[in-house]
Structures are given as C-alpha cells and as structure tokens.
T-cell receptor, first 112, second 110 residues
Framework: DTGVSQDPRHKITKRGQNVTFRCDPI?????LYWYRQTLGQGPEFLTY????????KSRLLSDRFSAERPKGSFSTLEIQRTEQGDSAMYLC??????????FGPGTRLTVT | GENVEQHPSTLSVQEGDSAVIKCTYS??????FPWYKQELGKRPQLIID?????GEKKDQRIAVTLNKTAKHFSLHITETQPEDSAVYFC?????????FGKGNQVVVIP
C-alpha cells in the first residue's frame, strides 16, 4: 500500500496520560499535515510541515500538543496530559505539490 | 479565518437521479477548492478539485463548478448509485491549510 499510513488506528487512554501517534506520508511527499476531526464535523487543521520544518500551527494546538518530522519523512504527534476533550480522530495528510492532499486512515483517540 | 459552509446538510436522492451540493466560502483570495468523500469509518477521499482559473471540471459522473464572484462552488453527481452514499466535505485552500465545511450526508435510495 503506497498511501498515507497512520499508527495506531485506535488508542484508548486515561485522562492525564501522554499519547503519541505516527504518520507515514506517501513516499516523496514533502508536505505533511495534521488535522483533527470530531463527530459530525469536517477535519480541522492542526499543523503543517514542509520537509522537516514546521511552518504553520493552529490556535487549536495547545502547549500540550507537539509535532515533529525529524528527517522530513514520517511525523509524530504527541499529546501530553490528555483531557477528555482531546477525544477525536487525528488525521494525517500529505501532498507533493501545494494543493492535493491525501489523507491517512486516522488514529481514533478515546480519553476516559 | 476562512468560513466554509455547505448546504443542504442532508440530501436524499432516488438512485439514478442527480445530486447537487453547494459550498460557500468567505476569503476571496482562495484559489483551490477540493471535494472529499468520507464513508463511515474511513478516511476522507479526494474525489475532484478545481482551481480558480477554471469554471468547471468533470470526471465521469461527478463535476464541480466554481463561481468566484459569488464565492461558491458546487459538486454535481449524476446517475447516483448506492455506493455514492457518504458524507461529502468541501474545502478551501488558504494559508497553507485546507478549511473544511461541516459536510453533507448524501443518501441514495435504491
């Protein structure tokens, strides 16, 4: 499968715990995006990387959230001290050019 | 930030009929407008897109039309089939990100 992949697909954690998600973009896509999607809503932008540089961050991305793309390939999204409001689907997308973004299957986070 | 709205929120059509979903946006500088299809429990799938220098684009049974002056664009699905049942999201590109609408639930009745 040469599409965007994400791991894990599901994560259940207790409030206050830290979680980390991984995204592997389509090979040679230099742009990588993280979005969050809650039930009945469209994806909401969190952050954007071009190669290893994090160029944009949404106001939604509180200090508890951090994202990295150390070698310009895969990316990780970490949430520290999780809260129930963090429960959502976390989607990763990648693109080769400026516009066409292809999404991964997402990581569904449930905070209990 | 960009304000993207979709109408109607739910659309039911008889199999074989056409479906049209409209999306409005606020930022006149936006220049890329994709549509995504999301089936239950699956990833959003890019189905068609249009850039601001084009008024219409067609791909088999789906088409997108853009009216930049009025700041709206529409998805047209002809000869609908049961597998077209899904949530459809419009999006608008600006400031290195896509801003999405809330989605339209399309139900194709066999």
């Amino acid at each position: 499968d040469t599409g965007v992949s994400q791991d894990p697909r599901h994560k259940i954690t207790k409030r206050g715990q830290n979680v980390t998600f991984r995204c592997d973009p389509i090979s040679e896509h230099n742009r990588l995006y993280w979005y969050r999607q809650t039930l009945g809503q469209g994806p909401e932008f969190l952050t954007y990387f071009q190669n290893e540089a994090q160029l944009e961050k949404s106001r939604l991305l509180s200090d508890r959230f951090s994202a990295e793309r150390p070698k310009g390939s895969f990316s990780t999204l970490e949430i520290q001290r999780t809260e129930q409001g963090d429960s959502a689907m976390y989607l990763c997308a990648s693109s080769a050019e400026l516009y066409e973004q292809y999404f991964g299957p997402g990581t569904r986070l449930t905070v209990t | 930030g960009e304000n993207v709205e979709q109408h109607p929120s739910t659309l039911s059509v008889q199999e074989g009929d056409s479906a049209v979903i409209k999306c409005t946006y606020s930022d006149s500088a936006s220049n890329y407008f994709p549509w995504y299809k999301q089936e239950l429990g699956k990833r959003p799938q890019l189905i068609i897109d249009i850039r601001s220098n084009v008024g219409e684009k067609k791909d088999q049974r789906i088409a997108v039309t853009l009216n930049k002056t009025a700041k709206h664009f529409s998805l047209h699905i002809t000869e609908t089939q049961p597998e077209d049942s899904a949530v459809y999201f419009c999006a608008v590109y600006g400031n290195n990100r896509l801003a999405f609408g809330k989605g339209n639930q399309v139900v194709v009745i066999p």
